[in-house]
């Protein structure tokens, strides 16, 4: 079990910027992959991207081109930056760690208002 932290999450303006930041209780370099996923209100919870060991990234299509996974091995951190948000967008973010079994953050609350 890899114990997940979530921060970052907020209200914002549709067209702006947030950063979410997960932090994981050991070292992410041996984790084989990390991702995020959101839940938005009265839906089924969704894959938004995930991140490698290897460095390999992957996004859904709804977000491809506007978020952008990154890590910080240093920190034990990944990281979602999320550039042009739309209202769409609005959900609680989980981080996930995928190692022997599926780590779970606790969420964060993202709002997009218009």
């Known amino acids: 079990q890899v114990q997940l932290v979530e921060s970052g999450g907020g209200l914002v303006q549709a067209g702006g910027s947030l950063r979410l930041s997960c932090a994981a209780s050991g070292s992410i370099a041996s984790i084989n992959r990390m991702l995020w996923y959101r839940q938005p209100p009265g839906k089924q919870r969704e894959f938004v991207a995930r991140?490698?060991?290897?460095?390999?990234?992957n996004y859904a299509d709804s977000v491809k081109g506007r978020f952008t996974i990154s890590r910080d091995n240093a920190k034990n951190t990944i990281y979602l930056q999320m550039n042009s948000l739309k209202p769409e967008d609005t959900a609680v973010y989980y981080c996930?760690?995928?190692?022997?079994?599926?780590?779970w953050g606790q969420g964060t609350q993202v709002t997009v208002s218009s």
């Open positions: 991140l490698t060991s290897g460095g390999s990234t």
């Open positions: 996930a760690a995928d190692t022997y079994l599926r780590s």
